[in-house]
C-alpha cells in the first residue's frame, strides 16, 4: 500500500477576504479550509490501495461511485468554483467579443438571459448540489443541475463555471437567501478563466 496522499488543498490565488462583500473571509476560511480540506482528507484516505490512487481526479469521478464518487467530486467541484473568482479590480468584461461570449448569446439570447436562467436553475435546485454552464463536444453550451457531489464530466461535458447551492456556501452571509447570493457572484466571476476553460 502506497503512503503517497495523492490530493491536496488547493491554493487560493487571492486572499481570504479578497471576494468581500459577494463572500466573506469567514465564508472563505471555512468553505475552503474545513469543508474542501476535510474532502481531500476523506478521499486520499478512500483511495489508498485501491485502483483510484494512481487515477486522475476526474477520472475518479467519471469512473466511481459512494463514498469516492462523493469526495472526489467535491473536490473537482470545489477546486473548479475557487478557482473561477477574482477581486474585482481583475475581473474581465463578459461582454468583450470571444468565442465564449458568442457562444452565450448563440445559446441562450443574451447574456442576461444566460445569467437569469442559471440564477433561477441555482434557486430552484432542491436541496444540496451545484448549477453549471457546461459544453459539449462541438461547444454548445448547456446549463445543469447537479445534486449533491455532481458534476457534468459524468454526462460527458465540459465543466465550465459553476455556483454551489450547498447551504455551507452561504448560509454565513446570506442565512437562507440562495437568491441573493447567486446574484452577487457574478461581481466575482473571472471571466478569463471560464473563457480559458471553454477553449481548452
Ligand atoms: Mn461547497
Known amino acids: ?11 487560493l490565488p487571492y486572499a481570504p477576504d479578497a471576494l468581500e462583500p459577494a463572500i ?5 476560511e471555512y468553505h475552503h479550509g474545513k469543508h474542501l480540506q476535510t474532502y481531500v482528507d476523506n478521499l486520499n484516505k478512500l483511495i489508498a490501495g485501491t485502483e483510484y490512487e494512481s487515477m486522475p481526479l476526474e477520472q475518479i469521478v467519471a469512473s466511481s461511485q459512494g463514498a469516492i464518487f462523493n469526495n472526489a467530486g467535491q473536490i473537482l467541484n470545489h477546486n473548479l468554483y ?24 448563440r ?3 443574451s447574456f442576461e438571459a444566460f445569467q437569469a436562467e442559471f440564477e433561477q436553475k441555482g434557486v430552484s435546485l432542491f436541496g444540496s448540489g451545484w448549477v453549471w454552464l457546461a459544453a459539449d463536444k462541438d461547444g454548445r453550451l448547456v ?4 445534486p449533491n457531489a ?13 455556483m454551489d447551492v450547498w447551504e ?5 452571509d446570506y442565512r437562507n437567501r440562495r437568491a441573493a447570493h447567486l446574484h452577487a457572484l ?15
Not at 24 to 28: F, G, I, N
Not at 168 to 172: D, K, L, P
Open 1 to 11: 500500500m502506497s503512503s503517497i496522499l495523492l490530493f491536496s488543498l488547493i491554493a
Open 24 to 28: 466573506s473571509k469567514e465564508t472563505v
Open 82 to 105: 475557487f478557482l473561477q473568482f477574482a477581486p474585482n479590480p481583475l475581473n474581465a468584461n463578459p461582454l468583450i467579443p470571444n468565442p465564449l461570449a458568442q457562444a452565450i448569446i
Open 107 to 109: 445559446d441562450f439570447g
Open 143 to 146: 446549463i445543469t443541475q447537479e
Open 150 to 162: 455532481g458534476n457534468p464530466v459524468t454526462k460527458g461535458l465540459k465543466p465550465l463555471l459553476t
Open 168 to 172: 455551507h456556501a452561504y448560509y454565513i
Open 186 to 200: 457574478w461581481q466575482i466571476i473571472n471571466w478569463s478563466e471560464i473563457e480559458r476553460r471553454y477553449a481548452e
